[in-house]
């Protein structure tokens, strides 16, 4: 059927076409004397994005699944005990692959809706004075939920009792969208991917490891090999892979992190601050409406989980809206089954495309039965992108620039 | 600025993925044993889209404007009486072509917002018994007013007083997206283009010729070389060109016609007024304003022009809109400069598509003043495209299959 | 600098355009309900490339490495032993991996220039009359030698004395270009990826387990997360992945194995060995050198080893190729480092390819000192691919089509 | 089949990977404000490729041959003399061109193999005391037969007698090959086109128009309108053109122009002289056959005709080159048909692609009988290329650097 696809799952994301264009390359010799410069492009891009200057980025041929396991496996001696939460349904599999790896779980259940309990993790942190929990984990970003969490706070507990434990923070769907600090939030090890925030097609999985996770990798027992970090490390310092790397993947990454420079990494938070708050006017006042995260402060700038009325299944939303109207919205997952559909707001996006979206989520909703006044999706999402307290300054100044002319 | 453009100019029109792949090709030798099957595809599949059994499809590297000369200097010798009306600037500028070649041309002004004035038409050639006219000019849809004309209802007139003239149509901006019947309608040279209906970029003329015009050139003086269509036409016969043709806007229309008939012609054209109508009804339900075409007989199912309320000036939403929301709107020209701003739905479009750009639209109005209520074009929009005596049966029916999956 | 690059590396390979078109695409939702059938599609397609009816093809992201690694996690407990041979850097590398994992090798050294040691081979599972050995480890193409082994010949060893031990294929640069049959080779896990034969990009892990490493697999107790057969088995079954996979990559690889099916998969073997042959006849004839491979039997249709004469280092002759001319060779690995150098004749390649690459060697040969005849290595693979009997039987056809057309 | 095809025709010709990327994009809006500085970078980018300050490029939607057509209607009068010369099938079909466009030529026809005869030129112009003749024609490059012609002395011709006729030049197969100097050889037409040195698909018409041109262009009367330069040059004064231009070989030309800048204009001639010497090399010293070019001076850089010895027919070569070992060679056309087949050497190309191109043409000739000795063209050429005084200074300095990374 004709016309775009509008992807509105919260990720794989849209890819700009430039960064489309980037990746268009044949296959060359990626052991050539010339072939290194991609490779420290890549990863010194990367330092930037993950705003560390002491961190290691290492990018691996997988998804960020990958990436999760290489933090257990290079870090952990196998019995170990780590500390983590489950409010969605990504938290929840970091937590299974924990136990599938035969590491030992200390598992905080929170309601969905909300995201990493800090005062939780203090208290048992602070219990914990045999320093028997080696690494603490949280989910930046709950995308089965669009729960933000704070990880500066989970630092900040584990600094308040002086506990040791590692850090590791799954940024898989916040890296490159929200805010994220390495070196500050002192986190060990970051595990994100390709097809989010850096708007690549999957298959790249990235992370970011502190020097503390290199040390610790020294003596850690848990068996690896593909994704041990060292060997990504020794050849990355000369340019190289210890495996054939996907150039089409790298070379979109270089252009992906040039696109998002050039914009400025605080301005792509900002834009998707005012996307994402866009969103949630259509949802709340407009469609009168909630969103699945319970309170401001668990707000996801990347992902809406929009709760659909008692008596509806929020899955009849999204077959609707990608069978009818080619859209693609995100469903829920697990313990939200039938009871959320999810708009991604994450990546490469401005206004037209989102009320695009949301009048398509709207006349889907409408074509199921969901009692929303038509057109207040797009009426309450523009008032709120027309706002001029809510455009981010690097669009007013970029607008100001087109008129001038 | 991050996003996609969202591209609702009349033409050039959105280019589906899949077409703008097809063109990714190296350069091969276009005189190869096995290039002439691709030429062969290409003539044959604008037959169909012409619809024609006895004319010849001629493809020129050049705009739709080269085809307009053509018609003219391989039919006409210098001097000869042309009949054609003039009612917004495309029309204009065909007439104004004539004249600069040489040619007579008695042209009917009418008013903008109308289209062929068939009465008028009628009464010319009626009058015109010494057959001085040698060709009827006929603008089938005038993108600057989003105006709509009855083409059959010229060749009545012609045959209505037995005039011998040959007819032209100028199907830019209708041809693969409103009806166009070279055949049944008696038409001797339809001019197009690739960058409106085809959803390729500028750079073919794409122009079709029936058997009275290719017999009139062979005594027609008027001097050309370029466009000579028996250069094409014999050429074309084995399979290759007379000079070097664009391989990737072949390989484009090869794939574009591959599209358009997967979907299905008349497919096509209940797909262009289903998104006129929904643009129509935004306009006219929603934000209370009227389209330039004057009456529904005139209306355009590839593009509506919006008269901005008294007081306001159609450009300053065009600029807004495209610098400020990345959404290109097309211009008021010449008589209806500042009067009007146009809104393409041409080519490969679909609904989402077109509630974004709506909403975006009357973003853009109510940013330079113009109060239109919030919500109320997509409101209006939607209300139609929800309509199930809207829908086109093959869209339900493709609904219904993706259902069934 | 101008032109193209000449890849002669033994993978990555050569990217078909038609491959490269079709992975130019936008990213979409892996979980929407078409896309299951480019999954579908892949898995049969690959199944046919596996000449396999009851084992199951599995897509992991990762390189070939991971196959190798999920061969011996999901199939094997800590500590079991495996059989294995070291004739080379991928041999070795195999072996190291195993080693890493915790796992116990019986490691066969044999001289590199030769392949997989049946006789040793068999004498070892005769006398392992307690199976202890729960793994035979082959590398059907040792990528670093140009050697070629004979897996069925592994199969009979095993067969001959009953041994039950599972048999684990690497076959990374051989699948899809030389004769691999999961089948009747009786072969367990068969290791590959996309950036060889395929003809692809790296990226995709790509392997084929049969129904007794499955079975293995429910008992087996290495820990393992991301490479467990099982999450992707269950998954594919329905059309989807465990973790988002990469769009661009499976839509490459359903394109590659169309063109490989297009051609024939058989006809690509055959032609595999007449480049492999013509390649030969250059060094052998051509140049009067050796290649590594000491007999024919191990000779690779592949890549070939050309050891460069005593008092050379075959590094300067591929810096030089590379440096100067633009065409990437192999450089010779660990043992054999500066001793060879690698021409790869894998993948989508034809004559002028072939003879401009081996024209290039010769020229970075005589520029580094050595004493060839110029000329002598294209007259010779010339003569050769000139030959009607070398000239396989489709090219033979497909010819004698142009020559009709 | 597989492979890559090996296009050595004169045109169109290899387009560089980062050239077929660049043109990779959706359509846009062409009248949009940020639109305008795409055309003013190919305008001020053509200007250097024409090395002039004083004259006008302008870039029309057709092929080369619209741009004779151009120069012809803008400049002249009906009936208008022009001298003209005729030495291969290009030439011949421009004089052919002003013929039937009624334009009055004086033909000086020469040996296919000579070019402009700057003697007879000197002396019809000499003799032309009343300057019946308004024009002068010269075809730098004829593709037909390899054949350079000397456009200085054609000014020189002019000057010395004070001849104040335009000067008309075909530079389609050799600008940005070879050297052109608009302003410094007083050239007031100079036409080419997209396909050739410039590297892309053809699609666009690229001439440059002096001052006198245009001037000449005020009085001139010959019907024109689609190829007419005034509404080309005032469109383009804003950064616009008068129909839609094809946006795809737009963004080309911009990376195309980029990428003869990174080499250098000067380095880009010397790399055609340094491939064409190389072709030349195994033409007369290893196939011991000549070229269709009488003499050095008439020698062309950028394509080279090979005689076929007596009794063997040239097309027979091609046919077997193209079918066999997918190698596009060029035809013989008109007086040389069957006599010469055409090696193309122009474009981007390095010496891998020549030397596989020379072991494809000389296989071909084996193939139908010719006897050359196998081998002997890739001896002769690569002697010739690894000749460090035939290496061009700036490919010198890139090996150097590349040796030092």
New interface residues.
């Given amino acids: 059927?004709?016309?775009?696809?509008?992807?509105f799952?919260p990720?794989?994301?849209?890819?700009?076409?430039r960064v489309?264009?980037?990746?268009?390359?044949?296959?060359?010799?990626?052991?050539?004397?010339?072939f290194s410069q991609l490779t420290f492009d890549c990863i010194q891009g990367l330092k930037d994005i993950f705003k560390t200057t002491t961190g290691t980025p290492i990018i691996f041929?997988?998804?960020?699944?990958?990436c999760?396991?290489a933090a257990l496996?290079n870090c952990l001696n196998?019995g170990d005990t780590v500390l983590a939460s489950r409010f969605g349904q990504f938290s929840h599999l970091w937590i299974d692959?924990c136990q599938?790896?035969?590491f030992n779980v200390e598992a905080v259940d929170c309601e969905w809706g909300t995201g990493v309990p800090l005062e939780r993790y203090a208290e048992i942190l602070a219990a914990d004075k045999g320093h028997k929990i080696k690494a603490v984990l949280a989910t930046q970003n709950e995308t089965a939920t669009g729960v933000n969490s704070d990880i500066a706070g989970v630092r900040k507990a584990l600094d308040a009792c002086g506990h040791p434990a590692l850090l590791f923070v799954d940024s898989v769907s916040a890296l490159a969208s929200v805010d994220f600090r390495m070196d500050e939030w002192g986190v060990d090890v970051c595990v994100s991917?390709s097809?989010k925030g850096l708007m690549l097609?999957?298959?790249l999985g990235i992370t970011c490891v502190s020097e503390k996770a290199l040390e610790a990798r020294k003596t850690a027992k848990?068996?690896?090999?593909?994704?041990?970090y060292l060997d990504m490390v020794n050849a990355n310092k000369t340019g190289y892979f210890?495996?054939?790397?996907?150039?089409?993947?790298l070379y979109g990454l270089r252009e992906a992190i040039a696109t998002l420079k050039e914009?400025g990494l605080e301005n792509?938070f900002a834009?998707h601050a005012y996307l994402g708050g866009a969103t949630r006017a259509a949802v709340q006042q407009?469609w009168k409406l909630d969103v699945c995260a319970k309170a401001p402060k668990w707000y996801s700038n990347t992902v809406s989980a929009v709760v659909v009325p008692e008596g509806f299944n929020g899955a009849d939303v999204i077959?609707r809206a990608?069978?009818?109207?080619?859209?693609?919205l995100g469903?829920g997952l697990s313990k939200v089954a039938g009871k959320v559909f999810r708009i991604g707001h994450i990546?490469?996006?401005?206004?037209?495309?989102l009320?695009?979206?949301i009048?398509?989520a709207?006349?889907a909703m409408?074509?199921v039965g969901i009692k929303v006044e038509?057109?207040?999706?797009?009426?309450?999402a523009?008032?709120f992108?027309?706002d001029p307290d809510q455009v981010p300054a690097h669009?007013a100044q970029?607008?100001a620039g087109?008129?001038a002319?």
């Fill in positions: 059927m004709a016309g775009r696809n509008f992807l799952v990720g794989p994301t849209n890819i700009p076409d489309l264009r980037s990746m268009a390359v044949q296959s060359e010799d990626h052991r050539s004397p010339v041929p997988s998804s960020g699944t990958g999760w396991e496996t196998p692959m599938r790896l035969g991917g097809q097609p999957a298959g848990a068996p690896r090999c593909y994704f041990d210890p495996y054939t790397p996907s150039l089409p993947l914009e792509v834009r407009g077959a990608f069978r009818r109207y080619n859209l693609a469903a990546g490469d996006m401005n206004e037209c495309m009320l695009g979206a009048a398509g709207e006349a409408l074509d038509p057109g207040s999706g797009v009426a309450a523009s008032n992108l027309r669009m970029w607008i087109r008129n002319a």
